[in-house]
């Protein structure tokens, strides 16, 4: 098992470096930075509990060297599983303290994406919430020990189980860290959601991934004085970093955790707390306007809402700031660089109806024709990208890394996007077999293959449907063996192969058969284009 590394060539290093994107900063420097230049400023709210910069650095340093003591070395990955708590953010930066590597699990995932991404990262210990929403994570993941030979650790935050440690227990002396890391080392790995099979591993350096912090500070008017809302869960990229939690913190601003992204709870925390700033996925943000609607929330400090993760239609985005009464920031971006922002000074038109603009002006964009052939501007056409802050290539995947990456580097987004004159992207849907369910990327092969371990489907193939709500939602045909599987069994079958509950699918039809080619074999891509043409077709004769 290799390391996870991150490299740029060196002509395009040196550029970075000298037009001062790369600064040569770090995460564990930059907590320490900010506790020692305001440390009672407040960094972290959650419910009645404040934790102020010097509160955070002190926990997460003596975490950090507490890890050390039970073993672990600099450069080992620790996996990490938290809901929107502020042990999420003692863990992540306790490890950066201590040299570690972070690998974002989402609270979603269950034994199949942890049992994934633990093997692949190949950690050394794994960071868990004892229970997320009710869901017991300490037990799944003790359960997971004996497939893991490589694990030493599972380190609990709550109450932990026999057979593991509780976070609270785990101090050191922080005179015992080493040195701050290379800039240009993995500070810790994203996971993708990927075209085919389960989450790839995104390795991102500190100088690529602080650079986008700043960028997108300077772009949200972020500051000191600001307060940002993770509404999301605080391991999502976009919750991350767009600017998210870790832009605010970066600024020395106040971080307040929403503990559910509903109306009720979050407008109220909102008002509470003084927010200016959140983000949300299109269903959500349609369901607090739904609200909004009904009862008028009056949120005086909110000034920008953000909506991102998947495309937000311009017929709700206009209701935006009339019903919340604050701007709107339409956001499209991934968790392996580029990220795009409608800018505060941008007409409503380029508002509501564009997912907006790169951050930097080395962000170089690509838009091509199937057959690798720039297409006219204006027209629609595949999406490339390389840049300061998107990577080079996946963590041990060769395979994914030659079909996701050109050889001079640019990474293949799978987007179809039409951009107009002014740079603005008008992202227009997914040109591989991914479906993009409430921001949550979900592989139709994944999905298949999952189905095709019911002893009584034959086949099966997932697509993708346009969906008002959820952005797309998974549509699964299936070829069966007789006797036929109700949807209803093979929803609870999914549910029993312990993945995340987003990947089982929307609607399940039971089908007699597929075309085939004229030679007879099935071409899956076809497949699934003819499969969801015909579900499109269906719907527009509806009534």
């Given at each position: 098992?290799?390391?996870?590394?991150?490299?740029?060539?060196?002509?395009?290093?040196?550029?970075?470096?000298?037009?001062?994107?790369?600064?040569?900063?770090?995460?564990?420097?930059?907590?320490?930075?900010?506790?020692?230049?305001?440390?009672?400023?407040?960094?972290?709210?959650?419910?009645?509990?404040?934790?102020?910069?010097?509160?955070?650095?002190?926990?997460?340093?003596?975490?950090?060297?507490?890890?050390?003591?039970?073993?672990?070395?600099?450069?080992?990955?620790?996996?990490?599983?938290?809901?929107?708590?502020?042990?999420?953010?003692?863990?992540?930066?306790?490890?950066?303290?201590?040299?570690?590597?972070?690998?974002?699990?989402?609270?979603?995932?269950?034994?199949?994406?942890?049992?994934?991404?633990?093997?692949?990262?190949?950690?050394?210990?794994?960071?868990?919430?004892?229970?997320?929403?009710?869901?017991?994570?300490?037990?799944?993941?003790?359960?997971?020990?004996?497939?893991?030979?490589?694990?030493?650790?599972?380190?609990?935050?709550?109450?932990?189980?026999?057979?593991?440690?509780?976070?609270?227990?785990?101090?050191?002396?922080?005179?015992?860290?080493?040195?701050?890391?290379?800039?240009?080392?993995?500070?810790?790995?994203?996971?993708?959601?990927?075209?085919?099979?389960?989450?790839?591993?995104?390795?991102?350096?500190?100088?690529?991934?602080?650079?986008?912090?700043?960028?997108?500070?300077?772009?949200?008017?972020?500051?000191?004085?600001?307060?940002?809302?993770?509404?999301?869960?605080?391991?999502?990229?976009?919750?991350?970093?767009?600017?998210?939690?870790?832009?605010?913190?970066?600024?020395?601003?106040?971080?307040?955790?929403?503990?559910?992204?509903?109306?009720?709870?979050?407008?109220?925390?909102?008002?509470?707390?003084?927010?200016?700033?959140?983000?949300?996925?299109?269903?959500?943000?349609?369901?607090?306007?739904?609200?909004?609607?009904?009862?008028?929330?009056?949120?005086?400090?909110?000034?920008?809402?953000?909506?991102?993760?998947?495309?937000?239609?311009?017929?709700?985005?206009?209701?935006?700031?009339?019903?919340?009464?604050?701007?709107?920031?339409?956001?499209?971006?991934?968790?392996?660089?580029?990220?795009?922002?409608?800018?505060?000074?941008?007409?409503?038109?380029?508002?509501?109806?564009?997912?907006?603009?790169?951050?930097?002006?080395?962000?170089?964009?690509?838009?091509?024709?199937?057959?690798?052939?720039?297409?006219?501007?204006?027209?629609?056409?595949?999406?490339?990208?390389?840049?300061?802050?998107?990577?080079?290539?996946?963590?041990?995947?060769?395979?994914?890394?030659?079909?996701?990456?050109?050889?001079?580097?640019?990474?293949?987004?799978?987007?179809?996007?039409?951009?107009?004159?002014?740079?603005?992207?008008?992202?227009?849907?997914?040109?591989?077999?991914?479906?993009?369910?409430?921001?949550?990327?979900?592989?139709?092969?994944?999905?298949?293959?999952?189905?095709?371990?019911?002893?009584?489907?034959?086949?099966?193939?997932?697509?993708?449907?346009?969906?008002?709500?959820?952005?797309?939602?998974?549509?699964?045909?299936?070829?069966?063996?007789?006797?036929?599987?109700?949807?209803?069994?093979?929803?609870?079958?999914?549910?029993g192969r312990e993945v995340a509950a987003f990947k089982v699918p929307d609607e399940i039809r039971i089908v007699d058969g597929f075309a085939t080619t004229a030679v007879g074999k099935i071409s899956r891509r076809q497949l699934r284009e003819i499969l969801r043409a015909d579900v499109l077709a269906e719907e527009e004769k509806t009534p």
């Amino acid at each position: 098992m290799t390391d996870p590394i991150q490299t740029w060539p060196a002509d395009l290093a040196a550029r970075y470096r000298a037009r001062g994107y790369w600064r040569g900063e770090t995460f564990p420097a930059m907590l320490r930075d900010r506790a020692a230049a305001h440390p009672d400023r407040v960094a972290l709210v959650a419910g009645d509990a404040r934790l102020s910069y010097a509160a955070l650095n002190d926990r997460a340093r003596s975490l950090g060297a507490g890890l050390l003591a039970l073993g672990l070395r600099p450069g080992d990955r620790v996996l990490i599983q938290m809901g929107n708590v502020p042990a999420f953010f003692e863990a992540v930066f306790g490890a950066f303290a201590a040299g570690l590597i972070p690998v974002y699990a989402l609270p979603a995932h269950r034994r199949t994406e942890l049992l994934h991404l633990a093997g692949k990262a190949a950690a050394r210990a794994i960071l868990v919430q004892d229970r997320i929403e009710r869901f017991d994570h300490a037990a799944m993941v003790l359960g997971l020990r004996g497939e893991l030979p490589g694990l030493a650790h599972i380190i609990v935050a709550g109450t932990a189980p026999e057979g593991t440690l509780a976070m609270d227990s785990i101090a050191g002396d922080a005179a015992t860290l080493p040195a701050d890391p290379d800039p240009q080392s993995v500070a810790f790995c994203q996971i993708s959601g990927g075209s085919t099979g389960l989450p790839k591993l995104i390795p991102r350096t500190h100088d690529d991934y602080i650079y986008s912090l700043r960028g997108s500070n300077e772009i949200c008017g972020i500051d000191a004085e600001s307060v940002y809302m993770a509404t999301l869960p605080v391991a999502h990229n976009f919750t991350m970093s767009s600017p998210g939690h870790f832009g605010a913190l970066y600024a020395g601003a106040r971080v307040v955790l929403c503990p559910a992204p509903l109306p009720q709870v979050a407008f109220e925390l909102i008002r509470r707390e003084g927010v200016t700033i959140t983000g949300l996925v299109p269903p959500l943000a349609l369901l607090w306007l739904d609200a909004a609607e009904k009862t008028p929330p009056a949120l005086p400090s909110l000034t920008l809402l953000q909506v991102g993760g998947a495309k937000f239609l311009p017929e709700s985005a206009r209701r935006v700031a009339p019903l919340l009464g604050c701007r709107l920031q339409q956001v499209f971006g991934m968790a392996e660089g580029l990220v795009n922002y409608t800018r505060n000074d941008d007409p409503d038109e380029i508002v509501t109806g564009t997912q907006g603009r790169p951050i930097s002006p080395d962000d170089e964009v690509l838009i091509l024709d199937d057959a690798g052939a720039p297409v006219p501007e204006g027209t629609p056409g595949n999406l490339l990208t390389r840049g300061p802050y998107t990577i080079r290539g996946y963590h041990d995947d060769a395979s994914a890394n030659a079909r996701s990456f050109t050889e001079d580097g640019f990474y293949r987004t799978g987007d179809i996007v039409q951009r107009l004159p002014s740079g603005h992207l008008v992202v227009m849907g997914r040109a591989n077999d991914q479906i993009n369910r409430n921001g949550e990327k979900i592989s139709a092969e994944e999905v298949e293959d999952l189905l095709l371990g019911h002893p009584q489907v034959f086949d099966a193939v997932v697509v993708s449907i346009p969906d008002a709500r959820l952005g797309e939602r998974a549509c699964a045909f299936i070829q069966p063996r007789e006797p036929a599987p109700t949807p209803a069994e093979l929803r609870r079958y999914m549910r029993g192969r312990e993945v995340a509950a987003f990947k089982v699918p929307d609607e399940i039809r039971i089908v007699d058969g597929f075309a085939t080619t004229a030679v007879g074999k099935i071409s899956r891509r076809q497949l699934r284009e003819i499969l969801r043409a015909d579900v499109l077709a269906e719907e527009e004769k509806t009534p």
